[in-house]
């Protein structure tokens, strides 16, 4: 009986924590197809030409949706914050998982 309690709490957990989350399927095309913005900055195929600009080829995806997130939800501060800021304030959680999926795909 404690196992089947177990089992059924940790998978309630793990759908509460899933949902919460936005899990979706990345999509590397499709955050190809809406990378053209950050191509601006971070170079068309993540390696940026301009130095105060971090190249976003071969970055690990939770890193950059967690960027992302932290700069439309405003926690993420420094110099291109605000610029940062208003390009993320428009991804919704599966462009940021697509574009994360892009750019780690990128050497």
């Known amino acids: 009986m404690k196992l089947l ?5 940790s998978a ?3 759908l509460a924590l899933s949902m919460s989350a936005g899990v979706y399927a990345a999509d590397a095309a499709a ?3 809406k990378s053209a913005a950050c191509a601006a900055c971070h ?3 993540g390696v ?3 130095p105060m600009y ?3 080829a071969g970055q690990k995806e939770l890193y950059i949706v967690s960027s992302l997130k932290a700069y439309k939800n405003k926690e993420r501060t420094g110099a291109q914050a605000a610029i940062m800021q208003g390009q993320a304030a428009a991804l919704s959680d599966a462009d940021m998982a697509n574009l994360a999926a892009y ?3 990128l050497k």
Do not use: D, E, R
């Open 5 to 9: 309690q177990l089992v059924s709490a």
């Open 43 to 45: 170079g068309a195929a």
């Open 54 to 56: 971090p190249n976003l």
């Open 31 to 33: 955050g190809k197809a």
């Open 48 to 50: 940026s030409a301009i």
């Open 12 to 14: 309630a957990a793990f």
């Open 103 to 105: 750019y780690a795909s």
